[in-house]
């Protein structure tokens, strides 16, 4: 289901999980920015290419230069396709959490104003190591408590539909009679 993650039928790569691998960010966050992503994918081939960075960013209203978007690509291209995958586009929400990013970055600007605030459910600037582990863990525990909540949510409404078919039928039986 993730964007831009393995080939169909592709043998061997393991299938992107969002929620799985950035613990650090809500359910909300990551559907926030799948939807950014998906936006300025343009050729709709699950990758943003440098064309769509270049307009992604124009659009932003912190235009790059063509070594500008080179550079954003280079700095989270982990396959080195010069492409930004979903996966690598969330890493640029990690880093810019983390503090990563250097203040005059075209990825630092992306992070900026993208209206997605990682900076108050991120990893909010740990410092070391266990910190960010401890905080990864809460976050992992507010994901399973949204998921529940939801579950519950969806129990109610439908125990509430189950009651008022009952009274409907009830109801309807009185008139039929």
């Known amino acids: 289901r993730a964007v831009g993650e393995g080939s169909p039928g592709g043998s061997g790569r393991r299938v992107f ?5 950035f613990r650090e960010f809500s359910r909300r966050q990551l559907r926030d920015m799948e939807r950014l ?12 290419d440098l064309m769509e ?3 992604m960013m124009e659009k932003l209203g912190a235009p790059q230069t063509h070594l500008g978007l080179k550079n954003m690509i280079k700095e989270v291209d982990e396959d080195l396709d010069s492409k930004l995958s979903f996966r690598e586009f969330l890493l640029i929400f990690r880093k810019a959490a983390a503090g990563e990013l250097q203040e005059d970055s075209g990825l630092h600007a992306l992070a900026r ?13 740990a410092k070391n190591f266990f910190e960010a582990k401890a905080q990864a863990i809460n976050e992992a525990s507010k994901f399973e408590e949204e998921i529940k909540a939801e579950q519950e949510e969806k129990k109610k409404q439908a125990e509430e539909l189950k009651q008022r078919k009952a009274a409907f039928k009830e109801l309807q039986s009185a008139f039929t009679q």
């Open 17 to 21: 999980s969002p929620a799985g691998e």
């Open 53 to 55: 960075l270049k307009l």
């Open 113 to 125: 104003l993208s209206e997605i605030d990682v900076s108050t459910e991120g990893v909010k600037g």
């Open 37 to 48: 992503f998906r936006q300025y994918d343009a050729g709709k081939d699950g990758f943003i």
